[in-house]
């Protein structure tokens, strides 16, 4: 569940509950500068919508959740958990849901004579050589190197020379 407002001066802020984590993100833009920044708490999960109601120096988010109400404190580009807030007057403001868009897994990148992909393991290719996640690999020339650090390896090597990696 994901909810946003719009502070008025020209900045958003992104509510995000996932599991028991609550990700608060700030996006402010002026002309063509955007920016953004984002705070993760553990907060449980939610179990009502969040309510936010502005102050005179900012705004206060409350969330009911698992582990009771909490309340954050959001001035400018600050986030901060709020331990009483005191009596919240005023009328909340309205907060829009929105949908997070999934992450989508990394395509191959290839630039000059690098090539990198993550599925289903890491591998990256530079030149004549090739390194892959977790064991040591052949590159084209038919040497072998060290995973974990690049280091050349002998035929049979069962430790890399340089670093001490158990190779597989």
Known sequence: ???????GTGQQVF????????????????GTQQQSSSTGFTTGMWVSVPVVFATR??????LTTT???????????????????GALEGQALSLEEV??????????????NMEMKMNPTMEMRLGGMQM??????????????????????????????HCGHKLS
């Open 1 to 7: 569940m994901a909810y946003k407002f719009n502070s």
């Open 15 to 30: 509510v995000e509950n996932q599991g028991t984590q609550t990700l608060i993100t700030l996006m402010s833009s002026q």
């Open 57 to 62: 120096v900012g705004f206060v988010l409350e």
């Open 67 to 85: 582990e009771g109400k909490l309340f954050f404190n959001i001035q400018g580009n600050s986030i901060s958990l709020q331990p009483d807030p």
């Open 99 to 112: 949908i997070m868009p999934a992450m989508k897994p990394m395509e191959p990148m290839k630039m000059g």
């Open 132 to 161: 892959s996640m977790g064991n040591a690999v052949i590159n084209s020339e038919g040497k072998n190197f060290c995973s974990q650090c690049g280091s050349a390896l002998q035929a049979g090597d069962r430790f890399c020379s």
